[in-house]
């Protein structure tokens, strides 16, 4: 398996933030990033070559399942089935992280029916045999 990137990108800050100190508010977004890879780093490096392995199929697995509702559609509607799969899924996996309540409360949120995120979270159940 090659070995992937996995530093952050400092150039994901605007540069009119980056430049502009009326912009926005002063933050030690370096000190963030620094952190953030020596966390990633110690992380990756506590992996087994084989465990490694087994995350990025898991990762991979999750992904091509949120993104591959969708396609051919108005990029509005991508974004919507991606981000109601993702939700789907975090409903499913990790009730817990996803903050603001029930799966009725998140298909009110999303303006679909309850019907629909249940269906959702079957295919996910279905898809990752949770």
């Known amino acids: ?6 530093q ?3 150039d994901a800050i605007p540069r009119s933030e980056r430049e502009n100190p009326a912009a926005s508010s002063p933050f030690a977004w370096e000190e963030v990033f620094e952190e953030c890879d020596r966390e990633v780093a110690e992380t ?3 992996l087994e070559p084989s465990e490694r392995q087994q995350l990025a199929e898991a990762l991979s697995r999750i992904l091509r399942w949120v993104y591959s509702d969708g396609r051919g559609t108005k990029q509005r509607k991508v974004d919507q089935a991606i981000g109601r799969r993702a939700i789907a899924l975090g409903l499913l996996l990790c009730p817990d992280l996803m903050p603001g309540g029930t799966q009725s ?3 009110k949120r999303l303006r679909i029916s309850r019907q629909s995120i249940s269906k959702l979270r079957r295919k996910a159940r279905a898809a990752f045999k949770a």
């Open 1 to 6: 398996m090659p070995k992937r990137n996995l």
């Open 8 to 10: 952050f990108d400092r």
């Open 44 to 46: 990756c490096e506590a």
């Open 105 to 107: 409360e998140y298909a």
